[in-house]
Nanobody, 123 residues
């Protein structure tokens, strides 16, 4: 069992930055691929970024490439999504998730989910 808690969301102006953190309980964090997804009002949940267990390989949605960076620290059971150059269309609830399988860019691969954190980008 893994419990995930996101933090770091908030309100920011377009062009600004936010840093989302996801802290996991348990001793097996390094066994899981980690992903970030987001869901805007009236839209389906969509993939944002993922990182493999070791942190060597990362993956990004085209819409965030070059602006967002995912990382993890297995010694602190934490995954981080650094979001720069934010746009109003990035407004959504952001979820972190943990997966034991592949591929990491689809929601159905993930077993555990956090409660989500709201990110609002004003124009």
């Amino acid at each position: 069992q893994v419990q995930l808690v996101e933090s770091g969301g908030g309100l920011v102006q377009a062009g600004g930055s936010l840093r989302l953190s996801c802290t996991a309980s348990g001793r097996t964090f390094s066994s899981y691929g980690m992903g970030w997804f987001r869901q805007a009002p009236g839209k389906e949940r969509e993939f944002v970024s993922a990182i493999t267990r070791s942190g060597v390989t990362t993956n990004y949605a085209d819409s965030v490439k070059g602006r967002f960076t995912i990382s993890r620290d297995n010694t602190k059971n934490t995954a981080v999504l650094q979001m720069n150059s934010l746009k109003p269309e990035d407004t959504a609830v952001y979820y972190c998730a943990a997966s034991l399988t592949w591929p990491l860019n689809v929601a159905t691969s993930y077993t555990y989910w956090g409660q989500g954190t709201q990110v609002t980008v004003s124009s």
